[in-house]
């Protein structure tokens, strides 16, 4: 007869087992009690890592390292499930997932159509900053991602060529498309990047 514990290792070796993850993914395993102990048993053992109150994810261990942060998008996303509110990383985070920035900030912004409040985690907070429907542009997409990134250079930034130059190599084509439909509700100087970020590299 399987035990709690064994439906609980057996839902997380699932493929489809978020990142990160809410007692509420395990609902099917048992009475709330018995998973909240057997939870509590596995982060005691190291098997499981408590983010924050009712928020875990599974540890990885990299060799140099040692055990690594926490899956930020897989935590935010856990934050917000069960919301109907929209997200989109911003500020220096939104560089540096973009590779257009080395900082990874102690404060990572990200901006919503919910609640505001910030999280902490550890020596990291997470911001959620509650801001208009026109700064969501592209809200969950990459182009939103750059649409952020882009925000918080600046018009004035000395860099700003070298980062549509980065941005028009790594981007995919869908991102490029995504970036051209937005293009007529961003502010006039970031249209002129974006069309230098999608016009063909042969150009370039």
């Known amino acids: 007869m399987e035990t709690v514990d064994d439906k609980i290792l057996k839902a997380m ?11 509420a993914e395990l609902s099917n395993c048992g009475r709330p009690d018995a998973v909240r102990q057997a939870i509590s048993r596995m982060v005691r053992a190291g098997g499981v890592r ?31 499930q069960r919301s109907n509110a929209k997200w989109q990383f911003s500020g220096a985070y939104a560089a540096n997932l ?37 700064n969501l542009l592209g809200v969950g997409t990459t182009a939103g991602l750059v649409f952020q990134a882009l925000r918080y250079i600046g018009s004035k930034s000395p860099d700003l ?20 439909k937005l293009t007529p509700k961003m502010p006039v100087w970031m249209q002129g990047v974006v069309k230098s970020i999608t016009r063909e590299e042969k150009n370039g």
Do not use: C, W
């Not at 028009?168 to 995504?178: G, Y």
């Open 13 to 23: 070796g699932a493929a489809r087992f978020p990142k990160t993850f809410t007692l």
């Open 50 to 80: 408590r983010i924050r109150p009712g928020l875990y994810d599974l540890p990885k261990t990299h060799p140099i390292i040692g055990t690594t942060a926490p899956d930020l998008e897989a935590t935010v996303k856990a934050i917000m």
């Open 98 to 134: 973009l590779g257009l920035s080395e900082q990874v900030p102690a404060k990572v912004v990200i901006i919503t159509d919910g609640v505001a409040r910030n999280i902490a985690m550890g020596r990291m907070t997470l911001s959620f900053r509650r801001v208009a429907p026109r």
């Open 161 to 180: 060529e070298r980062h549509a130059t980065r941005l028009r190599k790594t981007l995919d084509e869908n991102a490029k498309s995504d970036l051209v």
